[in-house]
T-cell receptor, first 113, second 114 residues
């Protein structure tokens, strides 16, 4: 089955700096890669996703890049703000199995004011 | 998102007890999921259901069972709870459209097995 690894597990950045989280996946058939944000005590919520026919996608201060050859994808947060402090999860869908997601282990991001 | 409701929100039980966690949704989605969250391990899939007559095991189904009573209801049971089942449990729904599998999570059930 699919295996998704996520790094780093924790990330501390100064407000205004950029944050980058990286994930690798094992199943070359995976074709959908979402990112979820979980604030403290809250439920995970989708913040951005990318399909395998696209190399990069942006939404305001966040962007995701995908390298299908290397089987890795990354989340980039620019101009970080205190409200970006949360746990971020990457995931990949096993293409042959439709919409069953496999999640990475999560990255705890702390933005210091 | 009040559209996916989990009950109870917190539960403390003893080893060997049978317990049920319930999930209901008003989003009209066919697909429902149960995940378990442990620190550093992300969200791991326990069971999933693509419609009322479809039940599938996820990566960590041992010790758990599920029931899809209706399109809107998907319950998770622990037949004989053990301490390493202490975790945060999430129910989720999705509506797979256009290749985007957006999952909507409930607020979670925090379970402690003593």
């Amino acid at each position: 089955g699919e295996n998704v690894e996520q790094h780093p597990s924790t990330l501390s950045v100064q407000e205004g700096d950029s944050a980058v989280i990286k994930c690798t996946y094992s199943d070359s058939a995976s074709n959908y890669f979402p990112w979820y944000k979980q604030e403290l005590g809250k439920r995970p919520q989708l913040i951005i996703d990318i399909r395998s026919n696209v190399g990069e996608k942006k939404d305001q201060r966040i962007a995701v890049t995908l390298n299908k050859t290397a089987k890795h994808f990354s989340l980039h947060i620019t101009e970080t703000q205190p409200e970006d402090s949360a746990v971020y999860f990457c995931a990949a869908s096993q293409g042959a199995a439709g919409n069953k997601l496999t999640f990475g282990g999560g990255t705890r991001v702390l933005v210091k004011p | 998102d009040a559209d996916v409701t989990q009950t109870p929100r917190n539960r403390i039980t003893k080893t060997g007890k049978r317990i049920m966690l319930e999930c209901s949704q008003t989003k009209g989605h066919d697909r429902m999921y149960w995940y378990r969250q442990d620190p550093g391990l992300g969200l791991r899939l326990i069971y999933y259901s693509f419609d009322v007559k479809d039940i599938n095991k996820g990566e960590i189904s041992d010790g758990y069972s599920v029931s899809r009573q209706a399109q809107a209801k998907f319950s998770l049971s622990l037949e004989s709870a053990i301490p390493n089942q202490t975790a945060l449990y999430f129910c989720a729904t999705s509506d797979f459209q256009g290749g985007h599998n957006i999952q909507y999570f409930g607020a979670g059930t925090r379970l402690s097995v003593l």
